[in-house]
């Protein structure tokens, strides 16, 4: 079970100088958890939804609240005091994971599940060729495993 039948084609990512608050609106847009930070294809860190949590905790309270949609009149929103970074003014670079944990697609789903387990991370960049093609994700994972019982309870996956 090769990961090039399982791993998802259709990449999120971000380049080093976009800001926290654009890849935290990619993140809620696309339902994803991580995003994998390129130059010219080429994968140079990966930023997850925890690194941005982490990293800032102020200035992601600050992105969720640029987030929420209008509040109802005769309610305000918080006002930046004095010296609080903006999310706008902070780069995915600033807060991204350089060392990045990468397959190919001619890699068994197994390695992944493995990989994923030790590692505790919830996805991984598929790169072919030096540029990123794909990405596994612990859903992904799951899919191909599940598929494996198949046979058993007459469910199919795709």
Same mark, same amino acid.
């Given at each position: 079970m090769l990961i090039e039948k399982w791993m998802s084609r259709t990449v999120h990512s971000v380049k080093p100088l976009d800001s926290i608050l654009h890849a935290r609106k990619l993140m809620v847009e696309h339902r994803i958890n991580q995003l994998p930070v390129t130059v010219d294809? #080429? =994968? =140079?860190?990966? =930023?997850?939804?925890?690194?941005? #949590?982490? !990293?800032?905790?102020? =200035?992601?309270?600050? !992105?969720e609240q640029a987030l929420e949609p209008e509040r109802p009149p005769g309610r305000r929103r918080r006002v930046q005091r004095a010296g609080e970074v903006r999310p706008e003014e902070i780069t995915v670079d600033d807060v991204m994971t350089r060392k990045v944990l990468t397959l190919s697609p001619e890699d068994p789903v197994a390695d992944a599940a493995r990989l994923m387990r030790r590692e505790r991370i919830g996805g991984v960049p598929i790169v072919a060729q030096g540029k990123l093609v794909g990405i596994l994700t612990r859903s992904d994972v799951l899919g191909a495993f599940l598929a494996l019982l198949s046979p058993i309870d007459g469910e199919s996956f795709p």
């Open positions: 294809q #080429r =994968v =140079v860190g990966i =930023v997850t939804d925890r690194d941005l #949590r982490d !990293a800032f905790p102020s =200035v992601f309270s600050q !992105a």
